[in-house]
């Protein structure tokens, strides 16, 4: 077996979290010496926000980078989110099938009725939650992409879920009936093709620089100083909710960046815990105070 095991503070707590891993696959997770029941116990203990490579490319990728960017930031500050968030998956894949198997077995639409209300009401759990989200991200976003550009491009985020449903300022209670409404007006589309078409899994943000699509318009540039706005955004976010810096971890990251937008994110990242990982010894120059690791031929030197 191996055992990995932290010593955390967290919202002015002493933790210990540890994971047991078996040869046959099994783990064993604990807090604070407790075994615990199921991995999302650990949810919100510690948090944390990962800035890596594949992150630049969140403005041209497709929705589902966009959708994963909310769920990890909501799911460590929400409790409840993380639960909504496995059930309906568990419920989409389930009507996936449905649709996908009813003409060779048509007894599974007697099914259906009940998984399209089941997952409307997870899907407006989420849409209520990541409408927030959304909004909370771009007010960020825009301040530290605006200084950023030196004042010269303005950058903006919008949430979207399905067609003729408008979020704002609306609780889960109020988004159901719209969402259901939606679900009945493609019923048929969705028996036709063997597609879920109704839910949250259709989500996505909208981004704009100086008000053109910036997945379409954006120069390579802007997408990643967009980019790496919104990850700075994310670690604000954190902040503002638990008035304390969520642990970061630049993950090679910097190596993929001009020494401006280095510069940039280095200046950002005084307070709080930060964690760097990196090929080339000359970024870390830039980075005060700290502690330097090096790993050479698999050891630590």
């Known amino acids: 077996m191996a055992i990995i095991q932290a010593n955390i503070e967290s919202a002015g707590r002493l933790q210990t979290i540890e994971a047991r891993l078996f040869r046959n696959r099994r783990r064993e997770l604990y807090a604070n010496g407790v075994k615990l029941k199921k991995l999302i116990e650990l949810n919100g203990r510690l948090t944390a926000v990962m800035f890596g490579p594949d992150d630049l490319?969140?403005?041209k990728d497709g929705a589902a980078v966009r959708r994963k960017l909310m769920d990890q930031c909501i799911a460590q500050l929400r409790p409840g989110y993380l639960a909504a968030l496995m059930e309906f998956n568990k419920l989409y894949e389930h009507k996936t099938r449905i649709l996908r198997d009813y003409r060779e077995k048509p007894s599974l639409l007697d099914l259906l009725d009940d998984y399209d209300l089941r997952l409307a009401q997870q899907s407006a759990r989420l849409i209520y939650y990541r409408t927030a989200f959304a909004a909370g991200l771009s007010r960020r976003a825009r301040d530290i992409h605006k200084e950023f550009s030196d004042g010269n491009e303005e950058l903006s985020i919008k949430y979207k879920t399905v067609?003729?449903?408008?979020?704002?300022g609306k609780k889960a209670e109020q988004i159901l009936p719209e969402l259901l409404q939606?679900?009945?007006?493609?019923?048929?589309?969705?028996?036709?093709?063997?597609?879920?078409?109704?839910?949250?899994?259709?989500?996505?943000?909208?981004?704009?620089?100086?008000?053109?699509?910036?997945?379409?318009f954006?120069?390579?540039?802007?997408?990643?100083?967009?980019a790496?706005?919104?990850?700075?955004?994310?670690?604000?976010?954190?902040?503002?909710?638990?008035?304390?810096y969520p642990v970061l971890l630049l993950d090679d990251v910097l190596s993929e960046l001009d020494p401006v937008r280095q510069s940039f994110i280095l200046s950002k990242i005084t307070r709080g815990q930060v964690f760097i990982t990196c090929c080339d010894e000359q970024i870390?120059?830039?980075?005060?105070?700290?502690?330097?690791?090096?790993?050479?031929?698999?050891k630590v030197r």
């Open 163 to 168: 067609a003729d449903i408008n979020s704002v």
């Open 284 to 298: 870390i120059f830039g980075v005060s105070g700290g502690k330097v690791i090096k790993v050479e031929e698999g």
């Open 57 to 59: 490319n969140m403005i």
């Open 218 to 226: 954006a120069s390579q540039g802007q997408a990643r100083t967009a």
């Open 182 to 216: 939606h679900q009945r007006e493609h019923r048929q589309a969705e028996l036709r093709l063997g597609h879920c078409l109704s839910g949250a899994h259709k989500d996505d943000l909208e981004i704009e620089i100086n008000g053109a699509n910036a997945r379409k």
């Open 228 to 244: 790496v706005s919104i990850k700075l955004a994310e670690r604000d976010i954190h902040h503002d909710d638990r008035n304390e």
